[in-house]
């Protein structure tokens, strides 16, 4: 299959996305701006584009399943603790930045599911902790290894160098970012 004829802004139709459309739309808007950047524009858009595909991605898969992104992201936060494994409710909220009373909910359904369970802390009674059962375990594991499918099928069109360049590239804005915060 030859490269399109039709050539729009210099570039072949066919390999165009719909980020460029709206970086051309913004850079015929802003012609007279030199403060517009359009290769910032587009690499910016095009992250946001990406980030908000795997959000709806996942969404969907969360949609029938038997955890809720909310628990997903709960059960998670409790799954990469130090051994052993398990949080206080405090730790989980703070964690997943949601209110203390949002996080009992969460692991209301959680325990009630059977992922989790809560027990007073022996050494000091006040404190409850939170640990995952085996049947939490095994739904983590699986929840992580299809959200590792959607993530892989998301940017399939990369070869494995073209993502060890794009890790590249992106840890360098990252290290940036981290020296202005």
Known sequence: MGVAVCNHGGMPVRLRDTVDDHVARWAAFWKDNPEYAPEVEGAVTRMQTIVARLKRVDATAFADAELTMEDYETLHSLMVQPYPTEATPAQLADANRVTR???TARLDRLAEAGFVTRQVDPV????????PTAAGRKAWERCVFEGMAREQHLLRALTMRELNQLNTILRKVMLSLDQDA
């Open 101 to 103: 009373a949002a996080m």
């Open 124 to 131: 000091d009674r006040r404190r409850v902790m939170v640990r």
